[in-house]
């Protein structure tokens, strides 16, 4: 005969581990220290700033999306209400 498990107390060390490992992870996450933060914010900016100075030509979000529409042959705009009809 095989032996008697207690289905609660398995349960329960099941949610324990699942703690545990839940904890550990956010450890890594958020157990950094202010100075190691404020190290990171900086690289990032800086890295950020070499990326867009090496750019050839700046580029706006306005402008590219722009840009976007109008070389996808989006056919003719309906902006002043009048909408052809093929009937």
């Known amino acids: 005969m095989g032996k008697v498990v207690n289905l609660n107390r398995f349960r329960k060390q099941k949610a324990k581990a699942e703690r545990a490992q839940r904890a550990d992870v956010n450890r890594r ?26 750019r050839l030509e700046a580029v706006s979000s306005e402008a590219a999306s722009s840009e976007a529409a ?13 909408e052809e009809r093929q009937d």
């Open 70 to 82: 109008s070389s996808e042959g989006q056919g003719p705009s309906v902006e002043d209400g009048a």
């Open 29 to 54: 996450l958020h157990g950094r220290t202010k100075a190691e933060r404020a190290r990171e914010a900086l690289q990032k900016k800086q890295l950020t700033k070499a990326v867009e100075g090496a």
